[in-house]
T-cell receptor, first 114, second 112 residues
């Protein structure tokens, strides 16, 4: 029974398309995150929600829009995909907010924009 | 500006020997540090953490050392096992920021 699950695992799409990645956690955690790992292997935070409220919004293009319908779900919608959006996107959750909280990660979604 | 750095992209160690992975940081406000392990096609998994009020934390074969004056932490794995072969990320957080900053990872290969 996967603690943090995200779908799809692989996503190949054309430039200009709109796509969504879904994430669900069954750990009862209050906080969820989206991280992006680019080609240089940097793992950078994009967004964080605590009890469905946005608490972190890094300098991410507004083509990226997170949605948290409830505490257990944090989806990521990306409009007008660009080549530079190709990366691995990781969803994560924690009981509370950092610091002093362990993050539990999903297995990642490899997005390839052609 | 990369606040957390892992300057060694890869490391090879013989089975049974000690593996030492290093991490440097620049932000003196960081007060909590974690190490994560990542296998291919999987998400990072938590390994061990340390608070800035401590200089050492041990969990089985894994020990993390923190040198605040040098802004340096290290992860020691002893004895190393082939199953330890993975990418190791260090991460740091400062109170009130609600986020972790990750390093770029070190790929550890333990040779049987």
């Amino acid at each position: 029974d996967t603690a943090v699950s995200q779908t799809p695992k692989y996503l190949v799409t054309q430039m200009g398309n709109d796509k969504s990645i879904k994430c669900e956690q069954n750990l009862g955690h209050d906080t969820m995150y989206w991280y992006k790992q680019d080609s240089k292997k940097f793992l950078k935070i994009m967004f964080s929600y605590n009890n469905k409220e946005l608490i972190i919004n890094e300098t991410v293009p507004n083509r990226f829009s997170p949605k948290s319908p409830d505490k257990a779900h944090l989806n990521l919608h990306i409009n007008s995909l660009e080549l530079g959006d190709s990366a691995v996107y990781f969803c994560a959750s924690s009981q509370g907010t950092a610091p002093n909280e362990k993050l539990f990660f999903g297995s990642g979604t490899q997005l390839s924009v052609l | 500006d990369q606040q957390v750095k892992q300057n060694s992209p890869s490391l090879s160690v013989q089975e049974g020997r000690i593996s030492i992975l290093n991490c440097d940081y620049t932000n003196s406000m960081f007060d909590y540090f974690l190490w994560y392990k990542k296998y291919p096609a999987e998400g990072p998994t938590f390994l061990i953490s340390i608070s800035s009020i401590k200089d050492k934390n041990e969990d089985g074969r894994f020990t993390v050392f923190l040198n605040k004056s040098a802004k340096h932490l290290s992860l020691h794995i002893v004895p190393s096992q082939p199953g330890d072969s993975a990418v190791y990320f260090c991460a740091a957080s400062a109170m009130g920021t609600y986020k972790y900053i990750f390093g770029t990872g070190t790929r550890l290969k333990v040779l049987a």
